[in-house]
């Protein structure tokens, strides 16, 4: 576990009162401070070292042994001179690199595989989509496919010149994160499906988790979506199925075993259809897409054969075509999708007091009819003074929310512990890899 001072600076093992040098202490110690420097470039840079001492209150000294191991690990880079007006030699500039490491975020649903790859300062370097009918290939044909997609861009980014820091795979159904397995997934047909163990063989050096989509896309839209920064938003995932991710006082809402979020499966009709979870009247035989299909296009629903259009994209294209073309059937399946999607939200203000709902999937691409039939509803049915703090935002990351959150994860990883990032050139003189330097912060 790793000790901070309360201002967010580690402290060396003396100040704690344990045993002075104790290898494990000096490691934790260092571990922290490369973590704390590698933050601060991410967020201020470009930057002087000079500039990350004042701000993180480590000496010079240690900075620059700190920087020196971070460069060798390919996280940090040197930009030039850096001019800020100050009488004296210029400092250099230090921003974030990690170009040469990359995070893999990958997910399987009802009618896709998609992997999005980035490096650790998230630029997008491989984004793919691949239509694939997991719902009818049961588990191990889809963990097939899935593991060709994980291949497939594991071997693009090392044409790249990229090593993968890491694989997260999303998955729609509760997930049991400490072990990477799918305890259930009532969409895809899935129970008890250990995914990380069954990936691991084509991944043998990367550390591979597995976590539910919605938490996934839920990250992705609070570091970088519509309401990027919005400490208090719910993330719903129109698929098939519903999914609801929340973010509380800037942190994702996990509950006790890490299930919260599964508001697809709250029961909002009674005398409704039946879910595939086997229970009656959930909020997504409501709202989910196969549920606006099943409406709009009657005759060609989820689950039917070879006539099943394979990727979401296509799915919408038609109901979309259908409604430009004055269908009243389809124009009137996408107002009853909005006028349940008001009564949920309701709920969800009410329980979670929320100051966004972030519509991803193909709630965001129908954001424009879906939003004004919500919004009516809402204000019938919520609680005035929450309803009035709360709007609705159609996602801009499509239906790769939870892929890019996935990686996002992989990203937040490398940044809390860079050590995990592998040293590449030889390290600068104070960073013996293996007989960590311990650098503590200044006295104050």
């Known amino acids: 576990m790793d000790h901070n001072r309360a201002d967010g600076h580690a402290t060396d093992s003396a100040s704690r009162g344990g ?43 240690t900075v620059t042994s700190l920087v020196n191991e971070l460069q060798a690990r390919g996280l940090v880079r040197e930009m030039g001179p850096q001019h800020a007006g100050s009488v004296g030699r210029p400092g250099v500039a230090l921003a974030l690199d990690g170009s040469r490491a990359g995070a893999l975020g990958v997910e399987v649903n009802v009618d896709y595989t998609a992997a999005i790859a980035t490096d650790l300062a998230g630029r997008v370097l491989i984004d793919r989509r691949i239509g694939f009918d997991a719902m009818g290939s049961g588990p191990e044909r889809s963990l097939d496919e899935l593991a060709r997609m994980v291949e497939t861009t594991v071997a693009d980014l090392d044409r790249l010149g990229v090593t993968p820091a890491g694989i997260t795979v999303a998955v729609p159904g509760l997930v049991d994160t400490t072990t990477g397995t799918v305890v259930v997934a009532p969409n895809l047909g899935w129970r008890g499906v250990p995914v990380a163990e069954r990936l691991s063989h084509i991944a043998r050096d990367i550390p591979i988790a597995v976590d539910n989509d919605a938490n996934l896309a839920a990250l992705a839209e609070y570091t970088s979506g519509v309401a990027a920064g919005t400490p208090d938003l719910v993330c719903l995932t129109g698929e098939v199925g519903v999914g609801g991710g929340v973010i509380s006082g800037g942190r ?13 499966h709250v029961m909002i009709d009674p005398s409704g259809e039946r879910c595939r979870c086997g229970r009656v009247g959930c909020w997504e035989t409501k709202v989910g897409l196969a549920a606006l299909v099943r409406m709009a296009t009657p005759n060609r629903p989820y689950g039917t054969g070879p006539q099943v259009v394979r990727d979401p994209e296509e799915r919408l294209a038609e109901i979309e075509q259908r409604r430009a073309g004055g269908d009243p ?27 966004v709902i972030v519509l991803g999937g193909y709630f965001a691409r129908l954001a424009d009819p879906l939003i004004p039939a919500a919004q009516r509803e809402l204000a019938r049915t919520g609680m005035s003074d929450a309803v009035e703090r709360c709007r609705f935002a159609a996602s801009d990351l499509g239906f ?29 003189v104070g960073v013996i890899e293996g007989t960590p330097t311990v650098c503590s912060p200044r006295s104050s």
Do not use: M, Y
């Open 19 to 61: 045993p002075a040098g104790a290898p494990a202490d000096q490691a934790t110690v260092r571990r922290s401070n490369l973590a704390l420097v590698l933050r601060h470039v991410s967020a201020n840079g470009p930057c002087s070292r000079s500039a990350v001492a004042v701000a993180t209150g480590l000496n010079k000294a």
């Open 400 to 428: 790769g929310a939870a892929s890019r959150g996935a990686a996002g994860v992989v990203v937040e990883r490398a940044l809390s512990d860079p050590t995990s990032i592998s040293i590449r050139t030889s390290p600068a």
């Open 329 to 355: 059937r389809a124009e009137a399946a996408v107002a009853e999708v909005g006028r349940w999607l008001g009564i949920g939200a309701a709920l969800l203000i009410n329980l979670f007091n929320p100051r």
């Open 252 to 264: 994702l809402l996990g509950g006790a075993d890490g299930f919260a979020g599964e508001i697809g």
